[in-house]
């Protein structure tokens, strides 16, 4: 297998986190690394219980990051340093367990056939959700649609966050000019892969009760329809490549 590295922005993880590393670790994968991100928003013991794993198994790498924006940039700069690292295949994911290790190997099959991106789908036959109010399903559901309707793509699930990409993918990107810090990062980067050789799969979400500010729905009305024009800023670095090499 070529080299694979997940990257899993992490934060207030204590409870579950040893148990994921193990669950990741124990998959049957020589050239599986994991690069856990993290950041000043985690008060717990989070990241010592991934320093001590890291000196345990030198497939654990232990980011940092000081000039975090949240979330989304944790996303963003664990893809750096994966493709800094040499990973020729890049899968994202979520540490606090709503995302099932025992899924990664769906999306390295998929990967080993030749797909570029691989996504997590939770609104296919054999995905599911669990754990999350109505409200939430309604939410991913209609912004699912909306997505699909405003940008003309055509997935079944546009928001989910359990995804797999080939290096070549995101090392096209300009990473530092995706517009979301929030939900809707998910949507951009669908959006801008939407002309490679992708695939959904299925995947069960075990979500939790939290509420989703207003403020996040704003935000991403705001980008769903800024997303076309702004384009070339994010892929003009494969639009170039591919320019150059007619």
């Given at each position: 297998m070529k080299k694979t590295i997940i990257v899993m922005p992490v934060a207030n993880e204590e409870a579950t986190m040893g148990r994921i590393l193990d669950e990741i670790l124990s998959l049957p994968y020589d050239d599986l690394y994991l690069y856990p991100v993290i950041d000043n928003y985690s008060r717990d013991r989070t990241e010592e219980i991934i320093r001590n794993k890291q000196k345990q198994n030198d497939k654990v790498k232990c980011i940092f990051y000081r000039e975090s924006?949240?979330?989304?940039?944790?996303?963003?700069?664990?893809?750096?340093?994966?493709?800094?690292?040499?990973?020729?295949?890049?899968?994202?994911?979520?540490?606090?367990?709503?995302?099932?290790?025992?899924?990664?190997?769906?999306?390295?099959?998929?990967?080993?056939?030749?797909?570029?991106c691989v996504w997590g789908s939770r609104f296919i036959e054999g995905g599911g959700i669990s754990g999350q109010p109505l409200y939430r399903r309604i939410l991913s559901g209609?912004?699912?649609?909306?997505?699909?309707?405003?940008?003309?793509?055509?997935?079944?699930?546009?928001?989910?966050?359990?995804?797999?990409?080939?290096?070549?993918?995101?090392?096209?990107?300009?990473?530092?000019?995706?517009?979301?810090?929030?939900?809707?990062?998910?949507?951009?980067?669908?959006?801008?892969c939407r002309n490679f050789r992708t695939i959904e799969i299925p995947i069960h979400y075990a979500g939790s009760s939290s509420s989703l500010k207003g403020s996040s729905v704003t935000e991403a009305l705001r980008i769903l329809f800024q997303l076309k024009s702004h384009e070339v800023q994010v892929m003009g670095r494969t639009i170039q490549r591919a320019e150059n090499e007619t």
């Amino acid at each position: 297998m070529k080299k694979t590295i997940i990257v899993m922005p992490v934060a207030n993880e204590e409870a579950t986190m040893g148990r994921i590393l193990d669950e990741i670790l124990s998959l049957p994968y020589d050239d599986l690394y994991l690069y856990p991100v993290i950041d000043n928003y985690s008060r717990d013991r989070t990241e010592e219980i991934i320093r001590n794993k890291q000196k345990q198994n030198d497939k654990v790498k232990c980011i940092f990051y000081r000039e975090s924006r949240g979330v989304i940039s944790c996303y963003l700069e664990g893809f750096r340093q994966a493709l800094n690292d040499g990973a020729q295949r890049i899968i994202e994911m979520d540490g606090g367990g709503s995302h099932l290790p025992s899924e990664i190997p769906r999306f390295i099959e998929k990967l080993e056939e030749g797909y570029d991106c691989v996504w997590g789908s939770r609104f296919i036959e054999g995905g599911g959700i669990s754990g999350q109010p109505l409200y939430r399903r309604i939410l991913s559901g209609g912004g699912t649609y909306l997505s699909n309707f405003v940008l003309g793509t055509k997935l079944r699930d546009m928001t989910s966050g359990f995804e797999a990409f080939q290096r070549e993918v995101l090392e096209g990107m300009d990473l530092d000019r995706f517009l979301s810090t929030g939900h809707m990062y998910q949507t951009e980067m669908r959006y801008y892969c939407r002309n490679f050789r992708t695939i959904e799969i299925p995947i069960h979400y075990a979500g939790s009760s939290s509420s989703l500010k207003g403020s996040s729905v704003t935000e991403a009305l705001r980008i769903l329809f800024q997303l076309k024009s702004h384009e070339v800023q994010v892929m003009g670095r494969t639009i170039q490549r591919a320019e150059n090499e007619t």
